[in-house]
């Protein structure tokens, strides 16, 4: 599992609250990715991060935030969660720096009422 | 035009045929295909990387790429019914602004009979 554990696996909340997702890996990798996949569209990269503190937008950014604070640990924050934001939410770490040769973790299944 | 295209499927194969997975992307800069097998309500696991024109293999799989027509494939000899999954193939697509990201496309769901 590529020592990869995210939390909380499932939560429901109401439209309007604000959900923060943890993403926590124990072999000090460099890159963290959080993704979220829906039916009909895959995989689809939210936002990244390429060290402590440096991060970027993925394809669809847009109400979600990130923060890297240490290096093992990925925060994925819903400022005010919307029921389009219902999703499966995987985060990811790249493990070799000459590809991108990605492991998820177990995922995260939140549902926004 | 989507950057990573494949077959949605579903695909349905009987036990012991050859399951062959189709993967087509639209940027010739692209340098790194990866195949990830998905079990229902399961993470995507890795299972396949390849670099370079050719084929290669590891055990009943075989990842085929042809750079010139830019296009991956993935084939599962034997195929047994574990191997019912969806599979989703993923390009490290330089052209979008990033060689830090891989693009997917939205997976083939394959179901082997028994």
């Known amino acids: 599992d590529a020592g990869i554990t995210q939390s909380p696996r499932h939560k429901v909340t109401e439209t309007g609250t604000p959900v923060t997702l943890r993403c926590h890996q124990t072999?000090?990798?460099?890159?963290m990715y959080w993704y979220r996949q829906d039916p009909g569209h895959g995989l689809r990269l939210i936002h990244y991060?390429?060290?402590?503190?440096?991060?970027d937008k993925g394809e669809v950014s847009d109400g979600y935030s990130v923060s890297r604070s240490k290096t093992e640990d990925f925060l994925l924050t819903l400022e005010s969660a919307t029921s389009s934001q219902t999703s499966v939410y995987f985060c990811?770490?790249?493990?070799?720096?000459?590809?991108?040769?990605?492991?998820f973790g177990p995922g995260t299944r939140l549902t926004v009422l | 035009q989507k950057e990573v295209e494949q077959n949605s499927g579903p695909l349905s194969v009987p036990e012991g045929a050859i399951a062959s997975l189709n993967c087509t992307y639209s940027?010739?800069?692209?340098?790194?295909f990866f195949w990830y097998r998905q079990y229902s309500g399961k993470s995507p696991e890795l299972i396949m990387s390849?670099?370079?024109?050719g084929d290669k293999e590891d055990g009943r799989f075989t990842a085929q790429l042809n750079k010139a027509s830019q296009y991956v494939s993935l084939l599962i000899r034997d195929s047994q019914p574990s191997d019912s999954a969806t599979y989703l193939c993923a390009v490290n697509v330089v052209s979008s602004g990033s060689a830090r990201q891989l693009t997917f496309g939205s997976g083939t769901q394959l179901t082997v009979l028994p």
């Open positions: 991060s390429y060290g402590v503190k440096d991060t």
């Open positions: 990811a770490i790249r493990t070799k720096q000459e590809n991108n040769e990605q492991f």
């Open positions: 390849i670099y370079s024109n």
């Open positions: 072999e000090n990798h460099r890159y």
């Open positions: 940027d010739r800069g692209s340098q790194s």
